[in-house]
T-cell receptor, first 113, second 114 residues
Framework: DAGITQSPRYKITETGRQVTLMCHQT?????MFWYRQDLGHGLRLIYY???????DKGEVPDGYVVSRSKTENFPLTLESATRSQTSVYFC????????????FGPGTRLTVT | AQSVTQLDSHVSVSEGTPVLLRCNYS??????LFWYVQHPNKGLQLLLK??????LVKGINGFEAEFKKSETSFHLTKPSAHMSDAAEYFC????????????FGTGTRLTIIP
């Protein structure tokens, strides 16, 4: 089905472990985004990408790494997970410049113990 | 820096009564403004958007919002609340810098009382 998907939907990991969250979209949107949602903070931008092989930091990038070798995929890696990275992570995509509407995936709930 | 403030973290209304969710932004630039809705355990869905056309914007599910530049506000309204409207609502702003980045408010949780 067309759309934006995230995997896994739920993940529990231990402090210090590396974990990768996957995001896949079928619209060929140029822009993709990663957000984290925490109580009292709304959504905060972690990283975004304007096209394949073009990425840039958002508001809270520390401890995260992204790559975008293909237009449709935008994985987010926590290199060494910390408890403060326990959150709900949303991936989003947007058409090329001018529309600004973003389409969101269902989210990944990550717990770091 | 751009910012957006949602004035109420929680709003409760009775079913069938009007809904008002308040949002103010700060900027020296011309903004685009959005309202997104998030139902429990779901992703975010666009309700409506303002992008410098008509100041009164109509969205899905009977919601509308009015852009008031003099008050730097973009409040969300609905004449009659329905139980299915219970959700978290986010006011979102972008300032048309061309990089597609959005700034989210902290959200308003809307509860509908039967």
């Amino acid at each position: 089905d067309a759309g934006i998907t995230q995997s896994p939907r739920y993940k529990i990991t231990e402090t210090g472990r590396q974990v990768t969250l996957m995001c896949h979209q079928t619209w060929s949107h140029s822009y993709m985004f990663w957000y984290r949602q925490d109580l009292g903070h709304g959504l905060r931008l972690i990283y975004y990408s304007a096209a394949a092989d073009i990425t840039d930091k958002g508001e809270v990038p520390d401890g995260y790494v992204v790559s975008r070798s293909k237009t449709e995929n935008f994985p987010l890696t926590l290199e060494s997970a910390t408890r403060s990275q326990t959150s709900v992570y949303f991936c989003a995509s947007s058409e090329s410049r001018g529309t600004y509407e973003q389409y969101f995936g269902p989210g990944t709930r990550l717990t770091v113990t | 820096a751009q910012s957006v403030t949602q004035l109420d973290s929680h709003v409760s209304v009775s079913e069938g009564t009007p809904v008002l969710l308040r949002c103010n932004y700060s900027s020296s630039y011309s903004p685009s403004l959005f309202w997104y809705v998030q139902h429990p355990n779901k992703g975010l869905q666009l309700l409506l958007k303002y992008t410098s056309a008509a100041t009164l914007v109509k969205g899905i599910n009977g919601f509308e919002a009015e852009f008031k530049k003099s008050e730097t506000s973009f409040h969300l309204t609905k004449p009659s609340a329905h139980m299915s409207d219970a959700a978290e609502y986010f006011c979102v702003v972008t300032f048309n810098f061309g990089n597609e980045k959005l700034t989210f408010g902290t959200g308003t949780r809307l509860t509908i009382i039967p």
